[in-house]
């Protein structure tokens, strides 16, 4: 999973205030509410279009909103922080179930408990790379990065051609592909491959 909310959840109250939202503590409150609203609709939706299309629809989400979160002030910070937490709890949620179709169901506690410990293992690794990386965007390209590597992951084990992948995701006229496209005209592929390729320079020097 993309480690958006690793990233962003211990520094969001002065986040937001910086970012002149008055009323910072109400995103705690909007983000725990739709946590717990992706946790619900999101296994839903993937036993009704399949787990892996799903899982590809969130990373897509997730690359998008990391990025345009970057630059939003005021109330956009809680709006776009709602569409992050409701990603990322989401994505959690499908685990077991993403774990059982993978693996079968023996040994579904192992697997399952295995996976998690994955994505605790992203609350140490993802902050401090932040913090070395340095810079106010650090995080949300991360986060970005993360989302896309995830998805190419998944691409690769389908087998498919990522432009067959991106239709499936990305309805005609709707946010994903509209998102898509204000990465594509930003240059997104170049930052993302800068990013990936500071962190790993920066793991060397470590």
């Known amino acids: 999973a993309s480690p958006t909310v690793l990233l962003f959840s211990p520094v969001i109250l002065p986040l937001a205030q910086q970012r002149g939202l008055e009323h910072a503590a109400l995103t705690v409150v909007i983000g725990s509410l739709t946590s717990a609203a992706g946790r619900l609709f999101l296994p839903w939706l993937s036993d009704r279009i399949g787990r892996r299309r799903t899982d590809l629809i969130l990373f897509a989400a997730l690359a998008v909103f990391s990025v345009v979160f ?8 809680a709006v776009l922080y709602a569409a992050l937490t409701f990603c990322y ?32 293992a992203g609350s140490l690794v993802f902050p401090p790379l932040a ?21 190419a992951q998944l691409a690769l084990e389908s087998g498919k051609h990522p432009g067959a992948l991106k239709d499936e995701v990305c309805s005609p006229g709707g946010s994903t592909i509209a998102g898509v496209h204000a990465l594509e005209r930003g240059g997104m592929r170049a930052a993302v491959m800068d990013a990936v390729t500071a962190a790993a320079a920066r793991g060397r020097q470590l």
Do not use: C, K
């Open 131 to 151: 913090r070395l990386l340095q810079g106010e965007s650090a995080p949300h390209w991360i986060a970005a990065a993360a989302a896309v590597v995830g998805a």
């Open 89 to 120: 709890s989401g994505q959690a949620a499908l685990l077991p179930a993403f774990a059982a179709d993978r693996f079968g169901t023996a040994n579904a506690g192992v697997n399952y408990g295995l996976l998690a410990l994955g994505m605790s």
């Open 70 to 77: 970057a630059f939003v002030r005021g109330w956009w910070v």
